[in-house]
């Protein structure tokens, strides 16, 4: 992994930004993931200080909500639907398609980094299940082939 300190300017600026409104940690852990691609660990002892709050406080929020990543994402994230309107369009065969062409459990990532597999629990695309969201972009009515046809895509810009 690379130094993590190296991105204490790009917190600490965007700590500043946010420091005094209300509610701020939510948005701060926002932007700091769609800057950097994850919270690195070192941003936790500066976030706590500038929203004085305890470091166990900051990490306890981080590892709730499920969006919030520790760790570098892979290159492409899946993040397959499997909510009751999908599960009842295909979205488990769908899934056992993944894990077996993959090799991946269902929170998996590869050993290259080109990928990581989430389950997400609805995408509002339930009219069009199966749904699933790749790299932040929905495709729905989802097949067999057409989730072959994502995952060459992916595979092709490895
Ligand atoms: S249940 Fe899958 S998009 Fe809503």
Known sequence: ???????LPLVNSL?????GSPGALL???HDIQERIG???DVAVPEIAHALNLSQAEV????SFYHDFRTSPP???ILRLCRAESCKSRGAEELAAQLRD?????????????????R???????????????LDGRVHARLSAERLDALLDACREDA
């Open 1 to 7: 992994m690379p130094d993590e300190s190296l991105h």
């Open 15 to 19: 700590l500043e930004r946010h420091k």
């Open 74 to 76: 892979a290159r492409h």
């Open 38 to 40: 994850y919270i690195p």
């Open 59 to 62: 990490r306890g929020v981080i």
């Open 101 to 117: 062409r993959l090799q991946l459990d269902d929170h998996g990532s590869s050993a290259d980094g080109n990928i990581s597999l």
């Open 27 to 29: 948005p701060i852990l």
């Open 119 to 133: 389950p997400v629990y609805c995408l509002g695309a339930c009219a069009c299940s199966p749904a699933l969201e």
